[in-house]
């Protein structure tokens, strides 16, 4: 049985972990600008072309900034790009291809004003992306797909997503 209550004591209500730990309730300082007082929106654009959730249809900068844009202007409160495919079977690519998708869309995102999120797993992309204007970097491997991942996030002052994937 899932039930956390001990035998005989049946309709007593058990508290939510997060009742039982004020640190973990408590209100949150702002994050990257935005006050945590309501969930936020992130738009994804994988430019790539193998992408599994957008069948590469915003493989190209032209289209990968015009899709940004139009997420923001649905209500996306960050726009999240992406080079590299992690479907399952994808090959991945070098940094140096990766910054190639990427860097133009950034750049492009930023300067309109948008707050944009770098996905990659790779030190160097973290590093460009901020560089050229993103404000989030966002790891699928949670900084441990590159050995600089680390040093790279904390340099940067950027705003972390650590993400999980189970296997490669």
Known sequence: SSDLRKPGEAGKRVPY?????????????????????????????????D?????GDF????TAIAQGIRLAEQGADIIDIGGESTRPGSLGISAE??????????KALAERGLVVSIDTRHATVMTSAVAAGARIINDITALTGDPGSVAA??????????MHMLGE
């Open 17 to 49: 972990p997060l009742e039982a730990s004020p640190q973990l309730s408590a209100p949150r300082a702002p994050w990257c600008g935005f006050d945590l007082k309501r969930p936020l929106i992130m738009g994804v654009v994988n430019v790539t072309p």
């Open 51 to 55: 992408s599994f959730s957008d069948g």
């Open 59 to 62: 493989a190209t900068a032209e």
């Open 97 to 106: 291809e990766e910054m190639q998708r990427v860097l133009p869309v950034v």
């Open 153 to 162: 996030a904390a340099k940067s002052n950027a705003a972390i997503v650590l």
